[in-house]
């Protein structure tokens, strides 16, 4: 055999071992790098947890607060009464943003005086907007620890914030701001979808 043919079959033998090494290779970082990534995937867990929630309202009663959980925190939902809505104006001259100016409160269709899509349901995340504690609901008119003006709203226990049945909060408390109003949208009139908008701006 000359030198020119062992040359040449070394080329062809090297060739092949480089390709063959190249495939292996491809196979070991695919076999690698796909655990890899569908582990950056959210589990089913992490995406119920962010999942919109569902609620049938129909049974609610006037002035009665049902409360769900969405992405761990609690939403409630008010069914108010035609006394808590006449009441709502009154509050204004008593509260930091009667108008509800700060836009992160709330989505723009939530940006009007009841706060709500239907003025009748308010849809609110209960956490104070102080320090995240979670306020209780008090509706009752004129109870002797809140003081004759109080229409109805939440107290916070933690630190003293108030906020009316509109979840906006009073002036002269550590909240800074109202309550916030998440997304959600009416699938129907008995079923509210919160955690969506339902496309409407």
Known sequence: ??????????????????????????????????????????SARAKAAGAPVEV???KIEPGQLVRVIWRGKP?????????????????????RDPTSSVETQ???????????????MLVLI?????????PTYRPELAPADL????????????????FDLAGRVFKNV??????????HFYKSDDVILIGEDGGAT
């Not at 003081?147 to 709203?153: F, N, R, Y």
Request: aromatic share 6%; charged share 15%; with cysteine.
């Open 126 to 134: 209960g956490i104070c907007t102080h320090l995240g504690c979670s």
């Open 56 to 58: 049938n309202i129909s």
């Open 147 to 162: 003081g004759a003006d109080w229409k109805g709203g939440w107290y916070c226990p933690c630190h003293g914030s108030r």
């Open 174 to 183: 550590p909240a800074p701001t109202n309550l916030v109003v998440p997304p």
């Open 75 to 95: 939403i409630w939902l008010v069914s108010r009464t035609d006394e808590m809505i006449t009441n709502l104006p009154s509050n204004d001259a008593n509260l």
């Open 1 to 42: 055999m000359s030198d020119s043919d062992s040359n040449t079959v070394d080329v062809k033998r090297r060739r092949m071992l480089i390709a063959g090494t190249a495939v292996v290779g491809a196979v070991g970082t695919i076999g690698f790098a796909a655990p890899l990534a569908i582990s950056w995937l959210p």
């Open 106 to 120: 709330q989505p723009a269709y939530a940006k009007n005086p009841s706060r709500a899509r239907k003025t009748e």
